[in-house]
């Protein structure tokens, strides 16, 4: 088995010599991110602005652990609102949304288009980095130690986006086929994880993916494809899409250290916070868990 430590050490510390490592892409998009990253850098602070939904938390925490690598000098603010949230005009504001880029003196992460080459012919395909993406990447090209810890969660973006509920987004299937290859990530079907969480597949035999959790090592990749696939047919004619349905099937993403799986955290995540008794609360602690632990929950 690969040494996981001393491969991530190798990777990792190529990675923050040049991003463009992991994320060729990034050439795309280098000279729009140099920009904010400029404008950071000659702020005396900033202030990073997120509502408590949960892509924006991300996008933050990114910004956040770039931050504390390189010592810069910020506040943190979540409100309810961005739009009526009122800038003091004295530092630097970034907040994370998909309007303008430039709001009350700020600046605004956007989702941003890229062009990806997938596949064995390295085809070009066109899509949308989510906020989540850009904003992991702006860190990337700041940060070191702790966005490290962070890199998984850039896949998060992409996921909670709904592109997947109608169709096939081939940036979060790169973004996930890089950090598998490069070592950050494991791809496994359902039946790996342990405590998957079954509530955005309503219908499926939890009783029968248990039995099949327990024989699955016994059988072969064959009759492992075709039990797996006889267990979910009657989710394909629920309201999933076909996308996100194999990626929640067969294309669960894991990493060393992990007791969950990234789709089960972004569920029982997204519950919590639309639970809480109070939102901003939640959301500030769920930031100061992300940047510590690396995961969700």
């Given at each position: ?129 989510d906020v989540v993406g850009v904003s992991g990447c702006l860190a990337l090209m700041i ?155």
């Amino acid at each position: 088995m690969l040494d996981w430590l001393k491969f991530n050490n190798l990777v990792f510390s190529n990675l923050f010599v040049e991003p463009l490592i992991i994320f060729p892409f990034l050439s795309e998009i280098k000279s729009e991110l140099e920009e904010i990253k400029k404008a950071i850098f000659s702020s005396e602070s900033v202030t990073l602005v997120s509502e408590p939904k949960l892509g924006q938390l991300l996008s933050l925490s990114f910004l956040e652990a770039s931050f504390l690598d390189s010592g810069i000098l910020y506040h943190r603010k979540v409100v309810e609102d961005i739009s009526e949230f009122v800038h003091d005009g004295e530092n630097l504001c970034i907040f994370f949304s998909e309007e303008n880029k430039f709001k009350n003196n700020g600046i605004c992460i956007n989702s941003i288009e890229v062009t990806i080459n997938l596949g064995q012919h390295k085809t070009p395909r066109v899509g949308k980095l989510d906020v989540v993406g850009v904003s992991g990447c702006l860190a990337l090209m700041i940060g070191n130690d702790r966005v490290e810890k962070l890199l998984m969660l850039i896949l998060a973006g992409n996921w909670l986006n709904s592109n997947l509920d109608y169709t096939y987004d081939p940036i979060f299937t790169y973004l996930r086929d890089s950090l598998q290859e490069n070592g950050y990530i494991s791809i496994v079907p359902i039946v790996e994880v342990q405590e998957p969480d079954l509530i955005e597949l309503p219908g499926i035999d939890s009783v029968g993916l248990k039995l099949l959790r327990d024989e699955w090592n016994k059988i072969d990749l064959d009759e492992q494809s075709k039990r797996l696939s006889e267990l979910v047919k009657t989710l394909l004619t629920s309201s999933i899409g076909v996308a996100r349905l194999e990626e929640l099937i067969w294309h669960r993403i894991l990493v060393q250290g992990w007791d969950s799986d990234l789709a089960s955290q972004c569920s029982r995540v997204q519950r919590e916070l639309n639970s809480s008794s109070n939102r901003l609360v939640s959301a500030s602690r769920l930031i100061d868990k992300i940047i510590i632990n690396g995961r969700l929950n």
